[in-house]
T-cell receptor, first 111, second 113 residues
Framework: QKEVEQNSGPLSVPEGAIASLNCTYS??????FFWYRQYSGKSPELIMS????GDKEDGRFTAQLNKASQYVSLLIRDSQPSDSATYLC???????????FGTGTLLAVQP | KAGVTQTPRYLIKTRGQQVTLSCSPI?????VSWYQQTPGQGLQFLFE???????NKGNFPGRFSGRQFSNSRSEMNVSTLELGDSALYLC????????????FGPGTRLTVL
């Protein structure tokens, strides 16, 4: 089992819809969780961090964390073509004290 | 604040050569982490440096090494390059721990011929 798993996609949604991106992790001791966005040919940029169970909202983005289920998700409301990118989930590796990245989900927002 | 900078942005080398990449973290950040990104493997952790000491290391061969200077700037070196080393090498800085929020530089695209 991979330490951090994401569906590689592509996830295709129409403009204006809600995009839902999911991530599961294996280390129950993980405490910090991050979502990054990476455009093709560019480096990852931070979207959100989340540390507690529940929802955290920032503009059109909502991160959801469920530690019992070892699940973290990112919702993008009113998706725009400019949101088309690869979304990387990163999880603090508990005992390893390093960030573990998933392989990313490619999101395509259709105009 | 200025962001993370990496030099050079692009490199072309041949097999057997060695290469040195440089990273300057955000001012005040003390932790620098290095990653290799390839289409098939995603972001793979190489190592993390803090206060001139390697604090964490990924599963890469000894050909990959790094160091950090007193001003927190970091370099990584790859010796005896192989074709499979072709990748985007990313540096990320964080304030203290490597598991704090990391901010990435633009990366160095290395092509090994």
């Amino acid at each position: 089992q991979k330490e951090v798993e994401q569906n590689s996609g592509p996830l295709s949604v129409p403009e204006g819809a809600i995009a839902s991106l999911n991530c599961t992790y294996s280390d129950r001791g993980s405490q910090s969780f991050f979502w990054y966005r990476q455009y093709s040919g560019k480096s990852p940029e931070l979207i959100m961090s989340i540390y507690s169970n529940g929802d955290k909202e920032d503009g059109r983005f909502t991160a959801q964390l469920n530690k019992a289920s070892q699940y973290v998700s990112l919702l993008i409301r009113d998706s725009q073509p400019s949101d088309s990118a690869t979304y990387l989930c990163a999880v603090e590796g508990g005992a390893t004290n390093k960030l573990i990245f998933g392989t990313g989900t490619l999101l395509a927002v259709q105009p | 604040k200025a962001g993370v900078t990496q030099t050079p942005r692009y490199l072309i080398k041949t097999r057997g050569q060695q290469v040195t990449l440089s990273c300057s973290p955000i001012s005040g950040h003390r932790s620098v982490s290095w990653y290799q990104q390839t289409p098939g493997q995603g972001l793979q952790f190489l190592f993390e440096y803090f206060s001139e000491t390697q604090r964490n290391k990924g599963n890469f061969p000894g050909r990959f090494s790094g160091r950090q200077f007193s001003n927190s700037r970091s370099e990584m070196n790859v010796s005896t390059l192989e074709l499979g080393d072709s990748a985007l090498y990313l540096c990320a800085s964080s304030a203290d721990r490597g598991t704090d929020t990391q901010y990435f530089g633009p990366g160095t695209r290395l092509t090994v011929l």
